[in-house]
């Protein structure tokens, strides 16, 4: 089991940068793969990124493709997430979320943060 938290969230112009961060508080975080979802308002969570427990695979949605990066510190107990290029429909709540199975479905997933919120201003 773990417990995940997941920090970076802030306000930025469009084009701007951010880097979010999962770590896990208690717990271990190797031994899952680890997905990013955002949710935007009005909208349901939906995926953005996953990377397996070993690096050797990521996987991202079409929409953020080239714009945004997944990465994990097995180390540090972190996976993060460098969102490059933001636009103002990238405005949401991203959640992180680990667990052992491997895809792009909530479904997928066992453990959930509480969420950081990410705002892009015109």
């Known amino acids: 089991q773990v417990r995940l938290i997941e920090s970076g969230g802030g306000v930025v112009q469009t084009g701007g940068s951010l880097r979010l961060s999962c770590t896990a508080s208690?717990?271990?975080?190797?031994?899952?793969?680890v997905a990013w979802f955002g949710q935007t308002p009005g909208n349901e969570r939906e995926f953005v990124a996953a990377?397996?427990?070993?690096?050797?695979?990521?996987y991202y949605s079409p929409f953020v493709k080239g714009r945004f990066a997944i990465s994990r510190d097995n180390d540090d107990n972190t996976v993060s997430l460098q969102m490059n290029n933001l636009d103002p429909d990238d405005t949401g709540v991203y959640y992180c979320?680990?667990?052992?199975?491997?895809?792009?479905?909530?479904?997928?997933?066992?453990?959930w943060g509480q969420g950081t919120q990410v705002t892009v201003g015109q």
């Open positions: 979320a680990a667990g052992a199975q491997w895809g792009n479905t909530e479904d997928e997933y066992d453990y």
């Open positions: 208690a717990g271990t975080i190797s031994p899952y793969n």
């Open positions: 990377i397996s427990r070993d690096s050797m695979h990521t």
